[in-house]
């Protein structure tokens, strides 16, 4: 267990944040909920059923304050307490810190037992003010709590950031413009003791008060130049008005704006999206220039440099005396308030330290340095033991899904939070009981991960037995695969007149799927209004690697000179985009990029769609392969093939003829007949075919492994003896597939155990070796080139197999990349 | 207990202004009267941005989510909302001026998404007395 306390917190008017000291460095850590920011927005909303604090309940505030809490630190120490409607309950300030404390403690990530904390409080805050934040802390769980002013803390971080053990002696003044509220203290450092000797502030003034004055003072005369409106600014700021969304729209707006012109010297603010009382539509963009923004915030700024003022005269110092103004809290990011006090003042302001985190990351310094007074047998907390039986489903389509759990051990004050991995939900902190249920909501086409976590009631997390919680809501499980590839009719390039298929979605992809477009050049051109000009897209369903004839057309579209805007040029680009629903609808899209025009279709498989004059000509196509086929066998002697080819002929020719006479108005069945026979025939071209294929590929395997083996015998290690005999042993099951393509990925796997092995044999790095030598001059840095070769021959000479290795390594780098590539075939390694 | 680590990524800052910004055009493309095809080249965008951009990396892509018009709830950590109107019940998004933006990639063959901006929103009660 560590001995000092180590932890810091900055517990604030408007926002909060929590570091730890960690061998001589803070590391601030980030609300988990709010995407790696620090701080965590002092707000506290309560519900019937759970609590919720930061940036959600903060959301609420304004537009609920009978339920959400906030800027209760000024009212530390009061008897006064805040009435919460929806639990009919009071809440005092204590209690409500007490929960930003807690929410604080679930930022650790780091397993630390928290029991002991640094908490700062304003310059201000009196005995009783800080007793109360001290009893917060109490309620929070902590055992012991030490305050520490917020002004010392920015100073601490400051010193430490600076890395000076002992700062000289003098004073400074520390400038503390956050969100919503100011405060100014001068501090003096005398013999290394830091002491806060005054302080002024102002609780309402803050970042959030220059949005809302660039609205009003800027924004809104700009609108009201160009558009009419008898009463925009009351429409926007007034709950019932009919623009009240819209302000808030431009608040967001001006804060970027804000922000903007903390590093850019104009920004613009886009107003748009309604209408005003002539019906014209708003659409205007509004440039704010940085001395427009400065000029609006100088009377506030003047006025926090009348509070130093104050506070410089009272205690009789001049300008001099003061070393700088530590600038801390989010609206010094603002250069004009910099640059404003400075020279107003004639002090320096010091910018040196992230003005957000400065406070906290000073507490946790402080921590370090403080002992911790708590007892072992005291911090050894008692743990519930809790059990947790979770049912869900696993996987779901649904946008929610319902998981529901029952609890068995003793539940008494325990709460539950549930969070999703992707920081998109937050169940907030709810009350623990023997069943509790909760809708979770799933992003699409993703695995959804959940934890559960109990906390007790100061928040400590209690061990439970509950696995996260995994759904499925993406295309995994729950979906039903496409049994055969589907694929795309295209040009064959390789081939002309012929085509191919290209494949679209492979065999096993669940459903629905949709493709990305794909783009390529037309073959032809069209001219508009010519009924002549047609492009065919077919759609296909069956193996990829087979012949477009041989499988199930599912969808056709064809697109007409009659139907197009403009002439299309061959060589334009046509982009295809196909999808299938779960249900099995094919929606085929053409966008002619030419045309600027979209065709699109859906096909429900159980209509056939087989226009005759493309079966026709299909049929047309099958049979002059056919022939091809069978001269192609006859040729290479190949006898089988050609007799099997051969018998298919006598079909082919009785389609072909029946085709022919089919006319392009008929309505029987004949044709879906005639297509299927088409098919059939196909497909006993593409086996008969295949055979020699097969045969190739299987022949060019058995070399690669006699030549393998060789190796192995001589050079091999157990791993590659071990990859070798795994593909061997796979053998029956790869060559019963009959797949060409399958056969030579083992092919491949082999090659690349044999080029490994080729790798460390003298004969083969010194083949390369050589081989480099003799390209020398080809190489891009010769300086380099030259001391590799005369290392690589050192390398030979003393027998350092594995140096020259490195040295080809280096050398074939030093090639220009075709050559790299000419080198690794050449010699015939590598894949 | 099992923990589930929260993960944590950082996009740069550019890509998600650029996808703010193809967010913005799809906005305005939308409200277009005349006829146009702006859609397809967004959609295209977008694709690339969704498959090709990270090809050959275990990422697979960045794609937004406008969520206009869904139910809110201050269980919904994935967007930051601004109330307007009266009311706090039934709250509804009625504008979107960031969407929310998930990152892509893939973990032992399952696909893991995590969000790296969350939606900026002004939600509205449905019974808002306007």
Not at chain 1, 224 to 252: C, H, I, P, Q, W
Not at chain 1, 423 to 430: L, N, P, Q, R, Y
Not at chain 1, 469 to 482: E, K, Y
Request: charged share 30%; glycine share 6%.
């Amino acid at each position: 267990m560590e001995n000092t306390i180590n932890f810091g917190i900055d517990l604030g008017t408007t926002n909060s944040a929590i570091a730890k000291f960690v061998k001589g460095e803070v590391i601030i850590f980030s609300n988990p909920q709010d995407y790696g920011r620090n701080t965590l927005p002092s707000v506290v909303s309560y519900k019937k059923d759970k609590i919720t604090v930061g940036n959600k309940a903060k959301e609420f505030l304004e537009k609920d304050p009978k339920s959400v809490v906030g800027v209760f630190k000024r009212k530390m120490g009061t008897a006064e307490s805040f009435k919460i409607k929806s639990i009919n309950e009071s809440k005092t300030p204590i209690e409500l810190s007490a929960q930003v404390l807690k929410e604080l403690k679930t930022f650790v990530n780091t397993g630390d037992t928290l029991d002991a904390v640094v908490i700062t409080i304003p310059a201000s805050f009196d005995t009783i003010q800080s007793n109360a934040t001290k009893e917060a802390g109490i309620q929070a769980g902590f055992k012991q709590v030490v305050l520490l002013q917020e002004p010392i803390a920015a100073s601490l971080a400051y010193a430490n950031m600076k890395k000076e053990r002992e700062m000289k002696d003098g004073q400074w003044l520390v400038y503390d413009l956050g969100g919503g509220t100011f405060d100014v203290a001068l501090i003096k450092i005398k013999e290394g003791e830091m002491k806060v000797l005054d302080h002024e502030g102002d609780n309402f003034l803050g970042g959030a008060d220059f949005d809302n004055m660039i609205v009003e003072k800027l924004v809104i005369p700009k609108i009201l130049e160009k558009y009419s409106f008898s009463n925009l600014e009351d429409e926007m700021k007034s709950a019932t008005g009919k623009f009240n969304a819209k302000y808030y729209v431009l608040l967001r707006r001006a804060e970027e704006a804000k922000i903007t012109l903390s590093s850019k010297t104009s920004a613009e603010i886009v107003i748009d999206g309604f209408e005003d009382e002539d019906g014209n539509e708003v659409d205007m963009e509004i440039v704010i220039t940085r001395s427009e923004f400065n000029e609006l915030i100088k009377p506030n700024i003047d006025g926090t440099i009348d509070m130093i003022k104050k506070i410089i005269t009272r205690n009789s110092l001049k300008p001099i005396d003061v070393q700088f103004t530590l600038m801390v809290g989010g609206s010094t990011y603002i250069p004009y308030v910099r640059s404003r006090v400075e020279e107003v003042l004639q002090i320096p302001a010091n910018c040196e330290i992230d003005p957000t985190t400065a406070v906290a990351i000073g507490a946790a310094y402080y921590a370090a340095t403080k002992p911790k007074e708590i007892s072992k047998s005291d911090s050894n907390k008692k743990q519930t033991s809790i059990s947790i039986k979770a049912s869900y489903n696993k996987a779901s389509k649904e946008k929610e899904e319902l998981f529901a759990a029952r609890i068995t051990g003793d539940v008494t004050g325990l709460s539950y939070r549930i969070l999703r991995q992707d920081g998109g939900f937050d169940s907030g902190i709810k009350k623990l009981s023997d069943r509790i249920n909760e809708d979770l909501p799933l992003v699409d086409g993703a695995y959804n991960f959940f934890t559960l976590a109990v906390y007790d009631e100061q928040n400590n997390v209690v061990e439970t037995d509950i696995e996260p919680i995994g759904i499925n809501s993406g295309f995994g499980i729950s979906g039903q695969p496409i049994p055969e590839d589907i694929c795309l009719e295209v040009d064959d390039y390789d081939n002309p007149g012929k085509t191919r298929l290209k494949l679209i979605f492979q065999k096993n992809s669940i459903l629905p799927l949709r493709s990305q477009g794909i783009s390529f050049p037309l073959n032809k051109g069209m001219i508009k209004g010519n009924d002549d000009d047609f492009i065919y897209i077919n759609v296909l369903e069956g193996s990829h690697l087979a012949l477009p004839e041989a499988n199930k057309g599912i969808g056709f579209m064809e697109i007409r000179g009659t139907q197009i805007k403009r002439d299309i040029a061959k060589g334009s680009d046509i982009e295809i985009t196909i999808s299938i629903s779960e249900s099995r609808d094919i929606t085929i899209s053409i966008y002619l990029n030419m045309a600027d025009q979209e065709f699109k279709q859906t096909f429900n498989p159980k209509e056939r769609h087989t226009p005759i004059e493309f079966l026709k000509e299909q049929v047309e196509d099958l049979s002059e392969k056919l022939e091809l086929e069978i001269q192609e066998a006859t040729d290479k002697e190949d006898y089988e093939t050609a007799g099997a080819l051969n018998k298919l002929k006598k079909e082919m020719e009785t389609v072909s003829e029946e085709t022919e006479n089919l006319t392009n108005d008929d309505v029987t069945d004949k044709r879906y007949q005639l297509e299927d026979k088409k098919r059939k025939i196909a497909q006993e071209i593409d086996s008969a075919t295949k055979n020699k294929r097969i045969q190739q590929v299987k022949a060019h395997y058995f070399e690669v492994k006699e030549e393998c083996l060789k190796m192995l015998d001589e050079n091999g290690n157990d791993h590659e003896r071990k990859t070798y005999n795994d593909i061997v042993a796979q053998e029956n099951a790869f060559f019963a597939t009959n797949s060409p393509l399958k056969i030579q990925e083992k092919s491949d796997e082999m090659h690349s155990i044999l080029s490994r092995i080729k790798w460390r044999t003298p004969e083969f790095l010194t083949g390369i070796f050589q081989w480099c030598k003799n390209n020398q001059t080809r190489m891009n840095d010769q300086t380099q080139a030259k001391s590799l070769v005369d290392a690589g021959n050192f390398a030979i000479e003393s027998q350092n197999w594995e140096r020259l290795s490195e040295i080809n390594s280096g050398l074939l780098k030093l090639l220009p990349k075709g050559a790299e590539k000419e080198a690794t075939t050449r010699i015939g390694f590598g894949l | 207990m099992q923990e589930i680590k929260k993960v944590t990524v950082k996009v740069p800052q550019a890509y998600l202004d650029f996808m703010n910004q193809i967010f913005e055009i799809e906005k305005k493309a939308a409200n277009l009267k005349e006829e146009n095809s702006i859609q397809r080249n967004l959609n295209k965008m977008k694709g690339i941005l969704e498959e090709e951009f990270f090809k050959g990396s275990s990422t697979i892509g960045l794609t937004y989510h406008n969520p206009l018009g869904e139910s809110y709830s201050d269980t919904r950590t994935d967007c930051e909302a601004t109330i307007s109107g009266t009311g706090v019940e039934n709250l509804e998004i009625i504008e979107v001026i960031k969407p929310i933006i998930f990152y892509a990639y893939h973990e032992n063959e399952k696909v893991i998404k995590v969000i790296v901006q969350p939606a900026v929103v002004i939600v509205q009660s449905k019974n808002s007395n306007l």
